[in-house]
Nanobody, 126 residues
Framework: QAQLHESGGGLVQAGGSLSLSCAASQLTFDHYAMGWFRQTPGKAREFVAAITWSGEGTLYADSVKGRFTVSRDNAKNTVSLQMSNLTPEDSGVYYC???????????????????WGQGMQVTVSA
């Protein structure tokens, strides 16, 4: 099954920027959609961003729209999340997720994804 490895998390001050990356390996399908989610203690996992197979379609949570940018490089099987103007409310464990898709769609429900990365911590200090 597919393996996802996230990198780029860490500590940043409010107002700063951080770039996350997710590398997919052992994929058994050719076309797939990807997404980013985050979770903080005591809260449900929430959708952050999603991207279609071609990269032409993207979707963002209202809370990050205009500050985060999701992109992908299919030649490298990677998806990135560029985060800027970060606030402490952006802190949490960030997960990337993947699912097969041949229709060119993006997905914002966690239940719609098949494989998940291990997650990485992002902490934004005030």
């Amino acid at each position: 099954q597919a393996q996802l490895h996230e990198s780029g998390g860490g500590l940043v001050q409010a107002g700063g920027s951080l770039s996350l990356s997710c590398a997919a390996s052992q994929l058994t399908f050719d076309h797939y959609a990807m997404g980013w989610f985050r979770q903080t203690p005591g809260k449900a996992r929430e959708f952050v961003a999603a991207i279609t197979w071609s990269g032409e379609g993207t979707l963002y949570a209202d809370s990050v729209k205009g500050r985060f940018t999701v992109s992908r490089d299919n030649a490298k099987n990677t998806v990135s999340l560029q985060m800027s103007n970060l606030t402490p409310e952006d802190s949490g464990v960030y997960y990337c997720a993947v699912r097969v898709d041949t229709g060119g769609y993006y997905y914002h429900g966690g239940y719609e994804y098949d494989q998940w990365g291990q997650g990485m911590q992002v902490t934004v200090s005030a």
